[in-house]
C-alpha cells in the first residue's frame, strides 16, 4: 500500500528547486500551468502547491530527489537533468523530451600543474571527488579504470586544494569556477541538459493524459 | 534482550508474512489458479531446485545474473534455486510432456527467489502464479494469455488493469546492419529521444517514430501502420495487430497501450510481448509474452502476487465467535457450518466477554446463541 499515497487521480509534477527552476518556470506556465501565488514567495515555507488545475500538484525537491518522487510513482511527472538520471539509471524513469534548457557538461578536472605532466591512459587507480559516485564509476571501469569515489554533495572544486584528492567529476558550464580554483577540464563525460521525466506506470495506465502533456511540452520545447 | 530481538532480524529483501496477510496471499493465489484451470490450464509443480543447466539453459540464461547457486553435495554438480517458474514449465511441456497434445495448457504457482530486488520490488522472496500456453503460434494463442492474465486479475478485484504490448523483436529487425551501440539500447529504454536521435545513425529517424508510436493501442497501430518497415518487421507488426483485434473485441474495456521499444526483461522472447499494470499499483502485475521452448512456440504470462496483493483492497475479517470453555462438540460443529471461525476457551475465565474481545472476537456464545460482543 506504500506506493498508493497519492489520491485517485491527482497528478503531481516534481521540479527541482534552484538554477533549472528559474529556466524550467516559463515552460511549464506556457504548458497552461500556473501555481498559485505561494510559490513564487522565497520566504514561502511549503512544499507542495496547487496549481489552476485543481487535479495538478507542483513540488519543489532537489533535483536529485525529482527523480526519485517519479521513479516510485509519488510523483507522475518531472523535470530532471540526464547528470540525474544517468547517476541513478531509475528503470521506471521515462525521458521522453529534451527540453533544451540548464545546458551544461560533465567533465573531469584537476590542476592545472598535475594536468601538464599526467597521462590518463596509464591509469589503474584513481580517487575522485563528485557528487556523481556512479557515473564516475562507470565511466572509468569502462576504460578499465579503478575509481574510488568520495560523495560530496556541493564545492567540489575545493577537494584538489585542501588534499582531499586530486581530481574531481562535476558539472561545467563556463568553466569560470574551475579557473579561479585553479582547475582545468581534461575529460570530457557527457552533455547535460534538462528532460521532461514520467513515471513508467503512469504512462501506462493514464496513457491519453500523460502522452498529452508531453505533446504540449514538445510543442514549446521545438516551438520558435 | 537484544540479543534475541536481534534474532528476528531477517536478510535484506526477506520477511516473514503474518495473519491476516498470510492467509489472504494463499486466498488469491487460489483464486488465480481457479480462474487458470476454468479455461484448461492443468496445473503442474516443478521442484524448488534444479540443476543449474537445466535451470538456465537457453532462455533461462536471462536469469542467471538472478538465481542463487548451491552445490549439489551428492552428484557436485551446480544446482539453481528458481528464479523464475516460466521456464520450469515450459521444461516439463518439452520434455515429460512432449508426447502430450498440443496446444499444451499448463499453470503454476509458487515461491521464486533472487539474488537482488530490484529498487521497485526489493523483495528477494515472492510469490509467482503463471499460465504457458505451448505449441501455438497464432495471434489467437497470444491474445488468450493477454486476455486469461489480465481478466483473471480484474475477478480477483484489481481495479484498472492496463495491459502494455510490446515487440521486442521489432528493433533489432529495424537496425540490422546498421549497428546498434549499448548507449543506443539504453536509450530506446528510456524512451530518450535526445539521445537516440543523436546515436541512432543511420536508424534514428525510424527510432524516433516508434519511440513517438508509444501510447493507447489504437494510435499506436496508426503511428506503426505509416511506417516503412522491413518485411520480416511488417509481419510482426501485422501479428501485433491482429493480437490488438482479437483482445479488443473479447475485453472491449481494457486499457491497452502499445511500446515498440521496450525491451528491458524481454531480451528472450520471440514476438508478441507485453506488462500488466494496474492505476494503483506502483510496479508490474505481472508480464509475459511469446517465446521460444526448446524450439516449440510458446507463450505465457506470470503474474507477481507482491504487487498484485499490492493493488487489491486487503483481507476482509473473518466473523469470529469464542466458545467458552465447556461449550458441547456440536455447537462448534453447527457454527462452523454456518460460516463462523470459532475460537475455544481452554481455561475457565470470570468475564467471557473481555477474554473473546482480547482473542480478537466480534461474537461470543452466551446460552446457545451468538451475540456481539459489547
Same mark, same amino acid.
Given at each position: 500500500m506504500d506506493g498508493m499515497v497519492n489520491s485517485v487521480d491527482k497528478l503531481v509534477l516534481a521540479l527541482p528547486k534552484g538554477r533549472i527552476l528559474d529556466e524550467a518556470m516559463p515552460l511549464v506556465r506556457a504548458a497552461g500551468i500556473e501555481p498559485e501565488p505561494d510559490f513564487d514567495n522565497p520566504k514561502s515555507r511549503a512544499l507542495r502547491f496547487s496549481t489552476n488545475h485543481p487535479h495538478i500538484d507542483i513540488i519543489r525537491v532537489r533535483a536529485f530527489d525529482v527523480a526519485t518522487f517519479v521513479a516510485f510513482g509519488a510523483a507522475q511527472m518531472g523535470i530532471a537533468g540526464n547528470d540525474v538520471l544517468m547517476e541513478f539509471?531509475?528503470?521506471? *524513469?521515462?525521458?521522453?523530451?529534451?527540453?533544451? *534548457?540548464g545546458k551544461c557538461r560533465l567533465a573531469v578536472a584537476e590542476p592545472v600543474e598535475l594536468a601538464g605532466a599526467d597521462d590518463p591512459s596509464r591509469w589503474s587507480h584513481i580517487r575522485i571527488a563528485t557528487k556523481y559516485p556512479a557515473i564516475t564509476a562507470r565511466h572509468f571501469s569502462q576504460r578499465g579504470v579503478q575509481a574510488e569515489c568520495i560523495k560530496l554533495n556541493g564545492a567540489m572544486e575545493l577537494a584538489p586544494s585542501l588534499g582531499l584528492c586530486r581530481r574531481i567529476v562535476d558539472l561545467v558550464s563556463t568553466g569560470s569556477t574551475l579557473r579561479a580554483n585553479g582547475l582545468v577540464e581534461i575529460e570530457h563525460i557527457a552533455d547535460i541538459s534538462s528532460r521532461l521525466i514520467v513515471n513508467r506506470a503512469a504512462l501506462k495506465t493514464r496513457p491519453e493524459e500523460m502522452a498529452g502533456w508531453i505533446d504540449r511540452f514538445r510543442e514549446i520545447a521545438n516551438g520558435p | 534482550m537484544t540479543d534475541f530481538a536481534e534474532r528476528a532480524l531477517l536478510p535484506a529483501g526477506l520477511r516473514d508474512i503474518l495473519p491476516p496477510h498470510a492467509a489472504y496471499e494463499a486466498d488469491v493465489v487460489a483464486r488465480l489458479m481457479a480462474a487458470f484451470a476454468a479455461q484448461g490450464y492443468d496445473r503442474v509443480k516443478p521442484p524448488l531446485i534444479e540443476f543449474e543447466d537445466s535451470l538456465l539453459g537457453g532462455a533461462g540464461a536471462a536469469m542467471a545474473k538472478h538465481t542463487f547457486r548451491v552445490m549439489d553435495p551428492v552428484t557436485q554438480r551446480m544446482m539453481g534455486v528458481r528464479a523464475d517458474m516460466t521456464l520450469q514449465a515450459a521444461r516439463i511441456a518439452t520434455t515429460r510432456l512432449a508426447k502430450a497434445p498440443r496446444p499444451l495448457r499448463l499453470s503454476y504457482s509458487g515461491q521464486v527467489l533472487r539474488v537482488k530486488g530490484s529498487?521497485?520490488?526489493?523483495?528477494r522472496q515472492f510469490a509467482q502464479a503463471g499460465i504457458e500456453l505451448i505449441g501455438a503460434a497464432g495471434p489467437a494463442a497470444d491474445a488468450e494469455v493477454v486476455l486469461l492474465a489480465a481478466q483473471a486479475l480484474v475477478g480477483l478485484g484489481v481495479e484498472d488493469v492496463s495491459v502494455d504490448l510490446t515487440l521486442p523483436t521489432l528493433v533489432p529487425l529495424v537496425i540490422d546492419g546498421l549497428g546498434e551501440g549499448e548507449g543506443l539500447r539504453d536509450a530506446l529504454d528510456h524512451k530518450d529521444v535526445a539521445t537516440v536521435s543523436a546515436a541512432? !545513425?543511420? $536508424?534514428a529517424a525510424i527510432l524516433g517514430a516508434l519511440i513517438e508510436a508509444v501510447g493507447p493501442a489504437p494510435r499506436a497501430l496508426a503511428k506503426l501502420a505509416a511506417l516503412d518497415l522491413p518485411p520480416a518487421a511488417a509481419a510482426e507488426r501485422q501479428h501485433m495487430a491482429e493480437v490488438v483485434r482479437l483482445v479488443r473485441e473479447a475485453a472491449p474495456d481494457l486499457t491497452l497501450t502499445i511500446d515498440p521499444v521496450e525491451n528491458r526483461g524481454f531480451e528472450y522472447h520471440t514476438g508478441v510481448a507485453f506488462t500488466i499494470f494496474a492505476r494503483? $499499483?506502483? !510496479?508490474?502485475l505481472g508480464r509475459g509474452g511469446r517465446y521460444a521452448a526448446h524450439g516449440e512456440a510458446a507463450t505465457g504470462a506470470t503474474l507477481f502476487m507482491d504487487t498484485v496483493i499490492e493493488a487489491l483492497p486487503g483481507p476482509v475479517a473473518a466473523n469470529r465467535v469464542f466458545l467458552p470453555l465447556g461449550t458441547p462438540a456440536p455447537m462448534g460443529r453447527r457454527l462452523r457450518a454456518e460460516g463462523w471461525v470459532t475460537v475455544a476457551g481452554l481455561e475457565q475465565v470470570t468475564d467471557a466477554g473481555a477474554e473473546a474481545r482480547r482473542l480478537g472476537c466480534g461474537h461470543i456464545l452466551v446460552a446457545d446463541r451468538v451475540v456481539a460482543v459489547e
Open positions: 539509471d531509475y528503470p521506471e *524513469i521515462y525521458a521522453p523530451l529534451d527540453l533544451k *534548457i | 529498487q521497485l520490488r526489493p523483495e541512432g !545513425g543511420k $536508424a494503483h $499499483a506502483s !510496479g508490474e
